[in-house]
């Protein structure tokens, strides 16, 4: 089936600093992928959506010079969380869709700290 | 905009119970409707998928049935098992490919 490679899983940073996450499709060409927060006992919040060779498109109240999202190839999405704080400490997933049979896959979610 | 609820956000069962979690959407225009399973520190994980085009789709252990009608959508678990527990999220789209639009969450926990 589908897989969605997400990395890293958890990563701590220090208040000020940015962090890279990346979200990569291994067995399919993802044109369209998601980009969710989700803070602790709360659901997803879809943040962006990206799409390959586009400018992403935010949904409102989501920062986008904040969170700079990269869709450059059809297998690699990347968010980067710039100038981080506390209060960006969350659960970030992304997900591919597969238009052509209703898919969508997760990838298995990056757990930001900002200290 | 869409938004998608979820009538509680708590549920306890006793194992071998059959379990329903409910959800309600606000855009009649929803047309894909997927039950997902999180556990902590992880991804959401897929456990069935409806279109609007059925009203009732089963799977292994699991039913989904959709009242386009009252824009009410549930998910049933029969004879639920402790590694059942976990948060259950149902979600909208409006067609295939757009964003999957999020309910509240429901927290189900299986006693034995």
């Known amino acids: 089936g589908a897989v969605v490679s997400q990395h890293p899983s958890w990563v701590i940073c220090k208040s000020g600093t940015s962090v890279k996450i990346e979200c990569r499709s291994l067995?399919?060409?993802?044109?369209?992928m998601f980009w969710y927060r989700q803070f602790p006992k709360q659901s997803l919040m879809l943040m962006a959506t990206?799409?390959?060779?586009?400018?992403?498109?935010?949904e409102q109240g989501v920062e986008k010079d904040k969170f700079l999202i990269n869709h450059a190839s059809l297998t690699l999405s990347t968010l980067t969380v710039t100038s981080a704080h506390p209060e960006d400490s969350s659960f970030y997933i992304c997900?591919?869709?597969?238009?052509?049979?209703?898919?969508?896959?997760f990838g298995s979610g990056t757990r930001l700290t900002v200290v | 905009g869409e938004s998608v609820g979820l009538h509680l956000p708590t549920l306890s069962v006793q194992e071998g119970d059959n379990s329903i979690i409910n959800c309600a959407y606000s855009?009649?225009?929803?047309?894909?409707f997927i039950w997902y399973k999180q556990e902590s520190g992880k991804g959401p994980q897929f456990i069935i998928d409806?279109?609007?085009?059925?009203d009732k789709r089963q799977g292994q252990r699991v039913t989904v049935l959709l009242n386009k009608t009252v824009k009410h959508l549930s998910l049933q678990i029969a004879a639920t098992q402790p590694g059942d527990s976990a948060v259950y999220f149902c979600?909208?789209?409006?067609?295939?490919?757009?964003?999957?639009?999020f309910g509240k969450g429901t927290t189900l926990s299986v006693s034995s």
């Open positions: 997900s591919a869709s597969q238009p052509q049979n209703y898919g969508y896959t």
């Open positions: 979600a909208a789209a409006n067609q295939a490919g757009t964003a999957l639009i």
């Open positions: 409806i279109r609007s085009n059925m």
């Open positions: 855009n009649s225009a929803s047309d894909y």
């Open positions: 990206s799409n390959e060779g586009s400018k992403a498109t935010y």
């Open positions: 067995d399919f060409q993802a044109t369209t």
